[in-house]
């Protein structure tokens, strides 16, 4: 079969333009922000307050300051300690669902500001899709955990495999744009 010229195909986000590409991609880590803080509602914050500094903008200098990664860290171990406790609600009621849904636009806000973004639409969307995310990961957070402990006969499997996803999702979610050649995109919009 011959094959007609033309451009080499690409994945979606290369074919869109560089507005939308940003825009798109600063969403995506809304999402991974908000997913994050649904399997461990600290972990959108306690990644943001590890990579920020003192220096940034926002919120976030109060957290990169050595105070705030003092107090975010210690409310992280705090909470896995509390999430092995009988005692411990569901995070599918709300007293487990209020701190994530409310911590992860906090968080996605947070590094927009500390990106340089103008509070505006754009951030108040991110905000949103933080939330949505939070809600649907600690759903979904349970339902596999309890799947895998089904399976598995074992609750500990489905946890660390948890806990090593929203690890990845903070990282990504908070991490600096600079650090991947795309920094500047997101601070024109």
Known sequence: MDRVAGPE???????LPGPARSVLGELVRAAAVGAASGGRSTAGVTALALTSSVADLGPAARLGAPAGRFVTCLLACGEAVADTLPATPSRTGAPGLVPRVALAPAAATAVA????RVPGPGVAAEAQVAAGAALAAAFAGAHGRAALSRRLGSDLPGALAEDALVGVLAWYGTRRRAAFGDGA?????
Do not use: I, M, S
Not at 185 to 189: D, F, L, N, S, T
């Open 9 to 15: 195909p690409t994945a979606a986000r290369e074919r």
């Open 185 to 189: 995109a997101g601070r024109a919009r």
């Open 113 to 116: 500001l500390r990106d340089g």
